[in-house]
């Protein structure tokens, strides 16, 4: 069974910094890309980053480059989310996914539950 689980969400304050993580199971993790996305209320789900298998390319959203890095540890079968200089309209439930694929931003094989990421003062 193939489970993904984020951690790491909470209350920040703008500006501050935050480190997602999702764990993984089930799957052989170095033969899927791993992506990020987040769903603010009342919009749809959005990619935030992704990086592929071997951990050698990353691709970000225009939103958040320069202010978030997406990185993996295969061995230990995470994947982490540093989120820096953090805004307010980077409040959201933040997924984690799974793909088969190089840089994908859409067509997800597995999906975690979500983490909540709220940035207030």
């Known amino acids: 069974q193939v489970q993904l689980m984020e951690s790491g969400g909470g209350l920040v304050q703008p500006g501050g910094v935050l480190r997602l993580s999702c764990e993984i199971s089930g799957v052989t993790l170095d033969e899927y890309a791993m992506g990020w996305f987040r769903q603010a209320p009342g919009k749809e789900r959005e990619f935030v980053a992704v990086i592929t298998f071997n951990g050698g390319r990353t691709d970000y959203a225009d939103a958040v480059k320069g202010r978030f890095t997406i990185s993996r540890d295969n061995a230990e079968n995470v994947v982490y989310l540093q989120m820096d200089r953090l805004k307010p309209e980077d409040t959201a439930v933040y997924y984690c996914?799974?793909?088969?694929?190089?840089?994908?931003?859409?067509?997800?094989?597995?999906w975690g539950q979500g983490t909540q990421v709220t940035v207030s003062s």
């Open positions: 996914g799974a793909a088969l694929g190089f840089l994908p931003r859409a067509d997800y094989d597995y």
